[in-house]
Each structure stands twice: as structure tokens, then as C-alpha cells.
């Protein structure tokens, strides 16, 4: 195989001429003339990102520290779900009596295939496209986790909303080369004639709560 | 004499059903495209456009360096980089992977690339199962077909197209409701994914400087393929990199708008290596397969280079006047359209292609719609230059010569042009030698009762 990449190297360079050594440069003096960084504050960045899931059919709630527990409920009870997978790192204290919460300590695709949705957090949040970022950090769980059930109630905290994507991905490269996933809305496709079927492989509701 | 070419075409434009189904398909596309980049949405559109070609310049001008950089990084978290020069060098890295580990079946995710290289041909040929999770592509798979539309793979097809095969494959009687039918496909690929020994998707992007593999979609398709199966292969050409995560911003930014009309695809992941400690979803085993395959016959051609530019979008497809009458499967190859055009030639050689380059009008509207700002009708052009003065060369030309040489002189010569427009009005009875089979697939536009020079005369 070592020989295949010589070739491919020596076929391009030839191609090429070469990387000029200034590389570095070359790209930082690429002109840049996008909106790169937000000029919104938190209220008109909630407005946005509250349009863009509407947008998708999707619901975001607001609340306040102290009523997260009852907006999840009454969120939860609303689409009559009971039976709730959460991260195993979730806090029993957060979740509401009265349902049935479900710690996915490494459950099997078919157990998290029956319950009726998954509440997760989020690394973070995208305004202008009304994206949540996974990752597998706090409260976020497994990847199956937010693919395999039905609904997805996502909680995003107030200083976790960022305006555009370009903010967005400058912060996550910190984070180095952790395995990322951006959610805009619920699976869909439209693949036959073009009409739109939400939840083909994964959720077909988007559900998020602002914690402000 | 018809060629295979012409056959096809002249199929597609007789099947009535066909037409409507293009025009309908891509008209819907072309809408929501100018919705998304319309200026009250995206007013920075043209800065981003020029931004993104200015990126995939400066990328494939220093490929190597980038290659070596995606190639340690991609090392640097466990993922293994195969270099492969051509087709067969990808289906025998894949059947001896597979011998090793005693796999049987695979998922796949939409990849044009993967259609290039005929991989589930070749893995079948061998007795490996590979299924296409992409609803599209299943439905197409069932019915032996090759994608249609570089982003739609089944726009030909009607709700009754998808009954009928999934009658005759599944044994699933006249189900005709479209929401039906996608529950349908999702309960047998559920079965599929989590039997799979090993999932193959392509790459959107490859991020050099933290060897991430970006994947975009709307299904879930490609997270289930790359999350359920212990193996996950991504099949990538080697342009399809890009410096720094960063730069992906602008890429995604174009990218879901210029496909399908959304800001952002649904799911956009960053893939890099195989799983880590800790993390319980992931494949063992990572591998990414940098793929040759005539790109660097095309990148040592500064004119044409630009042609490796492409992000898939399929915006000139759909815009294109051309393949909204021929479709998708007149084009020789699985690439099909404006881009279809560049490109086939180039990666299958022109005396294979030669009608191709002139299967356009030349209108622009490609190069107008193209995010990355690939010139189209430029490389059409180089390229038809390249049929008429190369090996392949027609042996009729003399009479296009003279035709050329005849148009210059009338143009030259304002009495005998007045002339040439009355007898021109005498065109449509004209339908003998050449121009029977050129018209045989145009329409003339009618010709107005009075020439423009006798109307402006009367206007005194
Ligand atoms: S050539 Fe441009 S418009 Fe056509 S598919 Fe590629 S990126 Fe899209």
C-alpha cells in the first residue's frame, strides 16, 4: 500500500510542482469577507434560534433555573410520553416524578428502540441555523442515544447559544478531535418525490428547552 | 447513426411521465435554492462563493502538503490512511479486510464516490452483501439503477415506481403512501444496520489539520452506518480536503443551501479515528481510503484543474436546461449533468466521450448556481477544443469548417445576410441529411412573420 501512496504523493506533486513552503501564509492571507462573528445579545439570539426551530416543525420552550423539572414535565406530558431514556450521568434530581426514566447504561439498540423518547444537554448551540452540537461530554450520552428513539428533548443553557456556525466551530476545534455531531431539526428525506417524511432513521421530533 | 447517447436521450424525451417527474423534481430544487441564497438571507452569498474558491484553490495547489497533514492526523487517532490509485485498489483492501475479520455484510451510505468505483458491484461479485441505507439509494439498489441526480438519486421515480419494486423485492403488496413507504424501508435497513459487520460512507470533507472525516445528510442513514457496524470505512477522493475545521463554516454554510434549500443539512458529523477509551458507540477499527482514480490526471491540467473544485451540490444539475430535458442516465457516466460533463470526459479520457462536451448550450446558468464558482462552460469548451484537435477528431468537420467559413462571410456582408433572412424563414421545411438528426431532438422556435431590420425600417 506504501507504494500506492508514493505514487499517488509523486503524481500529485508533479501535477502540482509542489507546496510553495509559504503555505502557511498563503492560506492566512485568503480573503475573508463573510460574517464570521454574531452581533446579536441573548434575547435576539433566542428569537433567532427560536424561528429556525420552528422553522423545522420544531418546539423550543423557555424557562427559568428553577422550572426546568416542571417544563420538562409538562413538555413530556404534552406529546403523552412515559417511558424516557436519559445519559447515564443525568441527575435523578432534574428529571420529574411520574414517568419512567431509564439510565442507558449501555442498553442494546433494541431496548432504546422502545422507549418513547431521550433527553439529553448539549456541548452547544447554533442561532442562525437552529443547530445542538453533540459530543460525548456531560449529559449528552452515547451517539445511538440520540438517533435511535423517537423524540429528543434537548436542554440548552443560556450561555451555550452562539450566533453562527464559523463561532460555533471556532470554539468546538478547542475541543480537539472529539466525535461531533450537529442536529438541525428531525431526520427527514425526501427522497420520493421530493415530499418530506420526517424520522427516517432517527427522531421525528426536535424538542429544546433554553434554560435562561 | 444513433449512439447510446442519443438513443437514451431520445427515450427520456419521448416518456412523458419521465419529463414531468425532471421537470417537477429539479424545478422544486432550483426554487428552494434561490429562497436560501436570496440576499435577504444570505447577503454575504457572493463573498462566501469567492471565499470557498479561493479555498479550494489554495487546497488543491498545496494538495501534498495537506494529504501528509490529513494522513499523520487521521494516524494520530487510531484510523488507518489507504492509499488506493484506482477502483480495483479499494475493492481488494475492502475483500481482504473482510476475509480477515469474516464479514459478510455491509451498510453503505450515499457516495457518488463509491458509484465511481462500482464497489458494491465489485464486493457482490465476491459474495459480500452491500446494502444502500439512503432511502433513495435502496429504492434504486432494489431496481438495479444508478443514481439519477447526484443529491436525488431516485428523482425519476413516482410513489408508484417505489410500490411496484417494493412489491416485486419485498413481496409488499400496492403501498403507495409515501410516508408508508419510508417506514417500510427504515424497518428492513434497521435489521441491516445492526446485523452489518462493517459500514462504508464517503466523506463531505476531510479536515486535514484534525483528520476528521465530515459527513452531511438529512436521514440518519450515515450516523447509523458509522455508529452500529464494529468497521467503518470512508471512501474519499483525494480533493475532497480542506485545511482547517474552520474553513468548513463557509463549505456548510453553501452547501445544504445550494442542494436542497437548507441553512444546514440535519446531521453534520465529525468523524476522527476509530473509539476511544471510554466512549461505548463507535467502530474498532477506522479506515480511511484516499482514492486517485484520475484526479491527478486532472489536476496536472492548470486549465481544467478547477473541475476538482466540486462539492457535490447538484445546483447545476438542476438548473441546467439540458439535463432537465435528457436526465440523468443519458450521461455515459454516474456523474451526470454540467458537472458530468467536465468531468466524465476527463477521468474516462474524450474519445470515449467525445458528444459529450457538446451536449450543452453553453448558457451559463451552471457557472452562475456553482458555489465553489467552477467555471463550467469555460472547461466545456477547453474540452470541445480538445475533441476537434485531437485523436478523435470527426471526419466531417470539413463540412462544419465550411459552415463556419460561410457564416463569417454573411456576416460580413449586410445584403446577402437581409437575403439569407427571407430564405430562413423557409427553415422548418428543411429536414434533410445532418439537420434530420440534429432536429430530431429540438424544437425550431417559430419564426415571426417579418425580419427585425423590416420592422425597424417600418418603425421609419
Ligand atoms: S459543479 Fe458546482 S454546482 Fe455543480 S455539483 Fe459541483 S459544486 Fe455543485
Known sequence: MSEARNDILARVRSATGGAEPDYAERYAALPREYKREGALDFEGKLQLFADRIHDYDGVLHTCGKDQVVATIAAALSARGKRRIVVPPDYPEASLPKGFEFVWDHELTYEALDQCDGVITGCTLAIALTGTIVLQDGLYQGRRALSLVPDYHLCLVGRNQIYETAPEAIQVLSRTGARVTTFISGPSATSDIEMTRIKGVHGPRTLEVIVIC | ?460
Open chain 2, 1 to 460: 447513426m444513433p449512439t447510446a447517447f442519443n438513443e437514451k436521450i431520445s427515450q427520456t424525451l419521448g416518456n412523458q411521465k419521465l419529463q414531468l417527474a425532471l421537470y417537477a423534481g429539479t424545478g422544486r430544487l432550483v426554487e428552494h435554492r434561490k429562497h436560501a441564497v436570496a440576499e435577504e438571507r444570505l447577503p454575504e452569498y457572493q463573498e462566501l462563493r469567492s471565499h470557498a474558491n479561493a479555498l479550494k484553490k489554495h487546497t488543491i495547489e498545496h494538495l501534498d502538503h495537506y494529504l501528509e497533514q490529513l494522513e499523520a492526523n487521521v494516524q494520530a487517532h487510531g484510523g488507518q490512511v489507504i492509499w488506493c490509485r484506482d477502483a480495483a485498489e479499494v475493492s481488494d483492501f475492502v475483500l481482504d479486510l473482510a476475509k480477515r475479520r469474516q464479514a459478510r455484510l455491509i451498510v453503505k451510505s450515499k457516495s457518488m464516490t463509491t458509484e465511481e468505483i462500482d464497489l458494491n458491484e465489485r464486493l457482490e461479485h465476491h459474495g459480500l452483501e452491500a446494502v444502500e441505507t439512503d432511502l433513495g439509494e435502496y429504492i434504486i439498489q432494489l431496481r438495479g439503477e444508478r443514481p439519477y441526480h447526484i443529491v436525488a438519486p431516485a428523482l425519476h421515480l413516482t410513489r408508484y415506481d417505489v410500490a411496484d419494486i417494493f412489491q416485486e423485492k419485498l413481496g409488499i403488496p400496492n403501498e403507495t403512501v409515501i410516508e408508508k413507504q419510508t417506514m417500510i424501508a427504515r424497518s428492513v435497513l434497521r435489521e441491516k444496520f445492526l446485523a452489518a459487520d462493517i459500514g462504508i460512507t464517503g466523506a463531505n470533507f476531510l479536515i486535514a489539520d484534525s483528520g476528521a472525516v465530515v459527513l452531511v445528510e438529512n436521514e440518519g442513514n450515515a450516523r447509523l452506518t458509522t455508529t452500529a457496524p464494529k468497521i467503518h470505512i470512508a471512501v474519499a477522493g483525494i480533493e475532497k480536503i480542506i485545511p482547517r475545521a474552520q474553513d468548513l463554516g463557509v463549505f456548510l454554510k453553501l452547501l445544504g443551501r445550494s442542494a436542497t434549500g437548507q441553512p444546514l443539512t440535519v446531521y453534520t458529523s465529525f468523524l476522527s479515528g476509530a473509539r476511544r477509551e471510554g466512549e461505548i458507540d463507535g467502530p474498532d477499527e477506522f479506515y480511511l481510503v484516499l482514492l486517485d482514480n484520475g484526479r491527478t490526471k486532472l489536476l496536472a491540467d492548470p486549465d481544467k484543474r478547477e473541475s476538482l473544485y466540486c462539492i457535490r451540490c447538484g445546483a447545476c444539475l438542476n438548473i441546467c436546461p439540458v439535463y432537465r430535458k435528457i436526465g440523468g442516465h443519458s450521461f455515459p457516466w454516474i456523474y451526470s449533468g454540467p458537472i458530468g460533463a467536465i468531468i466524465t470526459p476527463q477521468f474516462l479520457g474524450i474519445q470515449h466521450t467525445p458528444a459529450l462536451p457538446f451536449a450543452s448550450s453553453l448558457c451559463g446558468a451552471c457557472a452562475e448556481v456553482c458555489p465553489v464558482k467552477i467555471d463550467i462552460p469555460k472547461v466545456l469548451l477547453d474540452l470541445r477544443a480538445g475533441v476537434k484537435e485531437g485523436p478523435g477528431k470527426a471526419k466531417s468537420d470539413w463540412l462544419e469548417r465550411l459552415g463556419f467559413h460561410a457564416f463569417a462571410w454573411l456576416m460580413c456582408h449586410p445584403k446577402a445576410y437581409a437575403l439569407m433572412g427571407r430564405f430562413s424563414r423557409l427553415a422548418p421545411l428543411l429536414n434533410i441529411g445532418p439537420l434530420r438528426a440534429w432536429r430530431s431532438q429540438r424544437d425550431l422556435p417559430a419564426m415571426p412573420a417579418k425580419s427585425f431590420r423590416q420592422l425597424w425600417k417600418e418603425r421609419g
